[in-house]
Structures are given as structure tokens and as C-alpha cells.
């Protein structure tokens, strides 16, 4: 997907605002990816989650993310564990980082 169609999604899915979404903070992230850190997750309509990394979302939007006004921040933990069965069958490289793994291939923190 390309950046305005995975933005449009993005949007669609947050009623429109970064505001509506969940911050993962993988501040201390294990995998020694030191470009990993804040991540912007919703979920589609499905329930599967969706994940944009913030510097790729404040580079195609021009906004500036400010994690305190998430609905909610949760940590790579809470995030592994509230979606551990659908990441065990879409997670394949067990040294990277889960995050990373999923974010959409244009987002350029995708490793
Ligand atoms: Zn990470």
C-alpha cells in the first residue's frame, strides 16, 4: 500500500485522529533496533492490529505526534500479550523486534 491509501485507512479507522489510537512505546526494545521506539496502533475491522511507526506517520502527515494525548500508551509487552495468538502466526523472525515486523512495507522503519 502506498502512503496516502495506508493513511487513509489509518485515518479511517481512528475516526479521523492520531488522537484515537494506542501509542506502543518500545522504548527499551530488546532487539537492539535503535530506530524502534513510538508506534501508532489501531486496529482494522477485523480486529487485526495496524501499526504505524510515529516518525513515518509525522512524515507523511506534517503533524506531530504527542504521545500523551493517545488514548492510550501501552508498552511492546501489553501490545505482545493482548495479540499473542495473531502475532504467533504473523511474526516470523523471533530476533526482531514484533513491531517492526508489522508495520506496512512503505512505512520505513519496516526492517
Ligand atoms: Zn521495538
Known sequence: ?????????FLSLTCGSWRNAFY????DCPYENSHCGGHLLT???????????VP???EITGDKVDKFECA??????AFESLFHRWLS???TKPKECSILQI?????????
Open 89 to 91: 502466526w504473523n511474526v
Open 1 to 9: 500500500m502506498q502512503n496516502q491509501n495506508l493513511l487513509y485507512q
Open 43 to 53: 486496529t482494522d475491522a477485523e480486529g487485526v492490529p495496524f501499526i504505524l511507526s
Open 103 to 111: 508495520l506496512p512495507e512503505a512505512d520505513n522503519h519496516n526492517p
Open 24 to 27: 506502543v512505546d518500545c522504548i
Open 72 to 77: 492510550a500508551i501501552i508498552t511492546k509487552e
Open 56 to 58: 513515518y506517520f509525522e
